[in-house]
C-alpha cells in the first residue's frame, strides 16, 4: 500500500502534448478517479503510473521512492483493462496464475492463491473455462482477480466497466467500491463515466486535454466546480448555464433580474466584474407556471421520468432543464419561470470560465 | 427445386464461377493432361506421333528404376528433401523470429529493416540471382573469396558450389531462404498487430521479459499463422525453381546437388538435348502427390478444420 505522488508530470508524444504539468497526490488507500472525454490524457496519465510511458519531464513517486525509471514489473502494480486482456489460450486459473508464474512462485503456492482471490471474486466454479466461454462480467472479475493476485501496491483501472451492459455496471461498481476498502489498497480508476467516478471515488481529478482542472471529493466538484467544463461534465443532465450581467446588485439575465447571490456579494464588488455565466444544477430549481420571481422563459419540452420529469425551458433562447414533480403537466410553449436556491448558484467569468471564487488561484 | 434454392443456386453460380473457371482452366485441365501424358511416350513435343502412343506405368517404373541405380536422380531427391527441409524451417522460423524482432522496436526503424528483407522478394530473379551469382564465384573475383583471401583465412579461391554436396546445397538454400522469409515475416507481423496491445501490455506489468511475452502471449495466439506460411512454403518450396535453374544455368552450383525434383521435371520436359516430356509428366505427378500428402499432414496435424468458420446467418 502505496501514496502516489506525481510531481510536475509532462508527456509528449512527437509535438502532441498529452499531459501537461501534471501534480497530483494520491493518498494510501484512496480511490482516485480520473474523469475526463475521450482523448484528454487520463489513459496516458494511469500508462505513465503504471510505467509503460515515461515521462519526457516530471517524477513519480511511491511514498518517498523515485519510481520514475523503475519499469513496469518492479512497482507492483495491478492493471485492469477496458476489454479485460485476458490471454485468450489460457484457461480462467493460468490467467490468473500467469503474474504469479512469471515470479517463479512455487506451483503449491500459486494454486493456493489463486484459489483465494478466484472465491474473494466469486469465480472459484470458473477456474477450468476458457475466457471465450464466460460472460463479460465474468471476463471482467478474472481481469480483477489475475490483477489482484500478485497483491499489488496500487490497483489501476482503466475504463473497468465500459463494455459492460448498465445493469451489470451498476452491481459491479457498488462491488468494486467494497473489494477496494476491504482489501485497503491504493486505487486508480480511469473513466469518462461521470456518475462511475462520482458513484466510486473517494476524490475525483478532472481532465481536459492533458490538464487536470479540478481534484476534489465528489461532492465538492460536483458542487463546487472551478471550470464551466467541470459543472457541465459532471450531472446527468449537466449543469445549466446562462450569461447574466451584473447591474448594481442584480443580475440580469435576458429580460429577468435576479438579485446577486449572498455568497457572491463581496466578491463581485470586489473583482469588479461585469459580465458572468450564472451556472446551476438541475434539481437545484424548481419551474413555476406563470410569470414570477425569477428566469423567465417558456416551456421548450418536457421529459417524464417516471418519479419526476425534466422540463427544458428556453430564457432568450439559452436553454436550461430543471427537474419538476411527476403529475405537473406543462404544455409546449408555455410561461414559466425558473427559480433557482440560491445558495446553490455558481457564478463563473464569462471569458475565462473559471469560477470567481477561484479566479485569483 | 423450388424457387428459392433455384434462386440460391443462380446466386451460386454467379459468385463461384469465374473461380471455377480458373480453378478448371489452369489447375484442373493442366493437371489431368500431365497425368495423361505420363501414361504415353511423349517425347521433343512430337504430339502427333506420340500422344497416342500408351506405356502402361512404364515412366513410373524408369523413375523408379533411376531412384534405385542412377546416383543423379538419387541426388535430386535427396537435394529435394535436403532444400526443402532445411528452408522452410529457414523460412518459418527466420519469418516469425523477424517479426518478434521488430514488434519489440520503434515503428520506423521496425519498417525500414523490414523493408530491407523484402528486397530480395522485389528484384527481378535474374538480378537477384546475379548478385550470389557474384557473391559465391568459384574464382578470385567471387566477393566471398575474395574476402576471405584477403583476410588471409584462405589462400586459394575455393569452388563453394562445386563442393557437394553440403557447398551446393547451403548456396541454393541460402539463396532462396532469403527470399522466402520476408513471407513469413509480413504474415507473421500482421499477425502481432492483431493482437490488441492490452495484452502484451497486461504481461509487461506483470513482469514479462520480451521472450517470455512471445513465448507465453504471441507464438500461441498465431498458431494458425504458423500453420499457413508452414503450409504455404512448404508448397511453394516443393515447386520453386527459378532462382535454381540460373544458378545451375551459370554453372555456380553442381548439377546433381543443385538440382531439385521441381528443376529435374522443367528440365527434363524443357532443357536442352533430349526431352522427354512422358517421363518429365511422370515426375511432376509424383511431386504433386508429394505436395498433397505434405499438405493434407501439415493442415490435419494442426488442425485446420477448427480454423473454418460456419457462415454468418442462414441465407
Keep these: ?213 479540478q481534484v476534489g471529493t465528489p461532492d465538492e466538484v460536483y458542487y463546487r466546480p472551478k471550470y464551466r467544463f467541470v459543472g457541465g461534465f459532471l450531472g446527468n443532465p449537466p449543469m445549466n448555464f446562462v450569461e447574466a450581467e451584473v447591474e448594481n446588485g442584480h443580475l440580469k439575465v435576458y429580460e429577468s433580474k435576479i438579485p446577486v447571490p449572498a455568497q457572491y456579494r463581496e466578491l463581485i464588488e470586489k473583482l469588479g466584474i461585469k459580465e458572468v455565466l450564472l451556472g446551476f444544477r438541475p434539481h437545484d430549481a424548481e419551474v413555476i407556471k406563470g410569470i414570477g420571481e425569477g428566469l423567465i422563459g417558456e416551456v421548450y419540452s418536457f421529459e417524464p421520468l417516471g418519479r419526476e420529469q425534466i422540463v427544458t425551458a428556453s430564457i432568450g433562447g439559452t436553454f436550461v432543464k430543471v427537474f419538476a414533480p411527476e403529475g405537473e403537466h406543462f404544455t409546449f410553449g408555455e410561461k414559466v419561470t425558473v427559480k433557482i436556491r440560491e445558495d446553490r448558484i455558481v457564478l463563473f467569468d464569462k471569458k475565462t470560465e473559471r469560477a470567481l471564487e477561484f479566479l485569483e488561484e | ?115 530491407l528483407w523484402l528486397l530480395p522478394r522485389m528484384s527481378p530473379i535474374a538480378v537477384y540471382s546475379l548478385v550470389w551469382y557474384y557473391f559465391f564465384h568459384g574464382s578470385e573475383i567471387g566477393t566471398l573469396n575474395s574476402i576471405l583471401m584477403k583476410l588471409g583465412i584462405i589462400s586459394q579461391p575455393i569452388p563453394w558450389g562445386q563442393i557437394v554436396p553440403w557447398g551446393a546445397w547451403s548456396i541454393i538454400i541460402f539463396v532462396n531462404g532469403l527470399v522466402g522469409v520476408s513471407f513469413g515475416m509480413i504474415v507473421f507481423t500482421s499477425a502481432l498487430n492483431q493482437i490488441p496491445k492490452e495484452l502484451v501490455i497486461a504481461a509487461r506489468v506483470d513482469g514479462a521479459s520480451a521472450w517470455e511475452i512471445s513465448r507465453k502471449i504471441l507464438i500461441p495466439l498465431m498458431k494458425w499463422h504458423f500453420l499457413y506460411v508452414l503450409t504455404w512454403q512448404f508448397l511453394s518450396l516443393l515447386t520453386t525453381y527459378p532462382h535454381i535453374f540460373l544458378l545451375v544455368q551459370w554453372d555456380l552450383v553442381n548439377r546433381d546437388y543443385g538440382t531439385t525434383l521441381a528443376l529435374y521435371v522443367f528440365n527434363t520436359a524443357f532443357g536442352r538435348g533430349e526431352q522427354d516430356q512422358g517421363l518429365a509428366a511422370a515426375a511432376a505427378v509424383i511431386l504433386s502427390i508429394m505436395g498433397i500428402i505434405g499438405g493434407y499432414v501439415t493442415l490435419k496435424v494442426l488442425q485446420f478444420e477448427k480454423m473454418m468458420k460456419r457462415p454468418r446467418g442462414d441465407f
Design chain 2, 1 to 115: 427445386m423450388n424457387k428459392t434454392s433455384r434462386e440460391k443456386f443462380a446466386a451460386l453460380s454467379f459468385f463461384l464461377s469465374p473461380m471455377i473457371l480458373m480453378v478448371v482452366l489452369f489447375y484442373l485441365v493442366p493437371l489431368f493432361m500431365t497425368i495423361y501424358i505420363s501414361f504415353t511416350r511423349m517425347r521433343n513435343w512430337n504430339v502427333e506421333k506420340y500422344i497416342t502412343e500408351f506405356v502402361g506405368v512404364y515412366n513410373y517404373q524408369r523413375l523408379f528404376y533411376m531412384f534405385q541405380h542412377d546416383p543423379t536422380f538419387k541426388a535430386v531427391i535427396l537435394t529435394t528433401v535436403v532444400f526443402v527441409g532445411i528452408t522452410l524451417i529457414i523460412n518459418v522460423f527466420g519469418g516469425l523470429a523477424l517479426a518478434l524482432a521488430t514488434f519489440f522496436i520503434s515503428e520506423k526503424p521496425a519498417s525500414t529493416f523490414r523493408l
Design chain 1, 1 to 213: 500500500m502505496v501514496k502516489i505522488i506525481l510531481k510536475e508530470i509532462t508527456k509528449k508524444f512527437g509535438d502532441f502534448t498529452a499531459l501537461n504539468n501534471i501534480n497530483l497526490k494520491i493518498d494510501d488507500r484512496e480511490f482516485m478517479a480520473l474523469l475526463g472525454p475521450s482523448g484528454s490524457g487520463k489513459s496516458t496519465l494511469l500508462y505513465t503510473i503504471a510505467g509503460i510511458y515515461r515521462p519526457t519531464s516530471g517524477r513519480i513517486y511511491f511514498d518517498d521512492r523515485d519510481v520514475t525509471e523503475v519499469p513496469p514489473k518492479d512497482r507492483n502494480v495491478g492493471l485492469v483493462f477496458q476489454n479485460w486482456a485476458l490471454y485468450p489460450h489460457m484457461k480462467v486459473f493460468e490467467n490468473i496464475a500467469f503474474p504469479l508464474e512469471l515470479r517463479k512462485v512455487p506451483r503449491q503456492e500459486i494454486e493456493k492463491k489463486v484459489r483465494e482471490v478466484a472465491k474473494m471474486l466469486h469465480i472459484e466454479n470458473l477456474l477450468d473455462r476458457y475466457p471465450w466461454q464466460l460472460s463479460g462480467g465474468q471476463q471482467q472479475r478474472v481481469a480483477i482477480a489475475r490483477a489482484l493476485v500478485k497483491e499489488p501496491d496500487v490497483l489501476l483501472l482503466d475504463e473497468p466497466l465500459s463494455n459492460l451492459d448498465a445493469l451489470l455496471r451498476l452491481e459491479v461498481r457498488a462491488e468494486l467500491k467494497r473489494l477496494q476498502k476491504e482489501l485497503g489498497i491504493t486505487a486508480v480508476y480511469v473513466t469518462h463515466d461521470q456518475a462511475e467516478a462520482l458513484a466510486m471515488a473517494d476524490r475525483i481529478a478532472v481532465i481536459k486535454e492533458g490538464k487536470i482542472l
